[in-house]
């Protein structure tokens, strides 16, 4: 474990204990009739502490995270790169396949935002590319290093899959971090928000 990560779970129990750790019925900020489609880019902001890290470190943004919308044997979902939600016990952080619902849980979201490109056999392709990293077995990347595509954080993912599709979201990335135990230059979501190949159709809230 990283040192970053040890002090994100720190602070994060200490939160718990300061709020009495109650717990909201949960719910999905997605609505039943949301038309969802391969290659839309689906936006969150989440609850915990790891999310308003981002939300501070992202100037422009109002999103934390971000997955891709892919075709899985005829339904949709949504693929995304995330550290901190094992499906089970010993489940290692990495790239994750799961219902949009699921993805919108207002355990993980507070509000979202769905994207659509311009181009939907763009979108297609990297919703197939997205696709196939899951099926690699890929590992979440605790260093952002978004020169090395062994293992991938969520913006990354998604602009890696759209990169394999032949369009490039955003420019090279520019947030630069020197912190213990990180040093590194990332895109953060709001790089990819803004992308003149896609538009928003839908928000969550």
């Not at 474990?1 to 900020?29: A, D, F, N, Y």
């Not at 880019?41 to 100037?59: E, I, M, P, W, Y």
């Not at 990354?156 to 979201?169: D, I, K, P, S």
Request: proline share 6%; glycine share 8%.
């Amino acid at each position: 474990m990283t040192p970053l990560r040890k002090l994100v779970l720190c602070l994060s129990c200490i939160m718990l204990l300061l709020t009495g750790c109650q717990e909201e019925e949960q719910r999905s900020l997605l609505p039943a009739d949301c038309d969802i489609r391969p290659g839309d880019l689906l936006f969150r902001r989440g609850t915990g502490l790891t999310s308003h890290t981002v939300v501070l470190a992202d100037k422009k943004g109002q999103y934390s995270h971000v997955g891709i919308a892919v075709d899985s044997a005829g339904t949709v979902m949504v693929v995304h790169a995330v550290p901190g939600e094992p499906d089970y016990e010993g489940d290692p952080d990495r790239v994750k396949m799961e219902p949009a619902e699921k993805f919108y849980s207002t355990i993980n979201a507070s509000a979202g935002e769905i994207c659509r490109p311009l181009n939907p056999d763009v979108g297609s392709k990297a919703a197939e590319a997205a696709l196939a990293i899951y099926h690699n077995g890929m590992l979440f990347d605790h260093q952002y290093d978004s020169a090395d595509t062994t293992k991938m954080y969520c913006t990354e993912l998604v602009m890696v899959a759209y990169q394999r599709a032949g369009c490039e979201l955003t420019g090279p990335p520019t947030h630069s971090y020197d912190i213990p135990g990180l040093k590194c230059t990332c895109w953060l979501p709001s790089d990819l928000y803004y992308s003149k190949h896609i538009q928003s159709v839908r928000l969550l809230e």
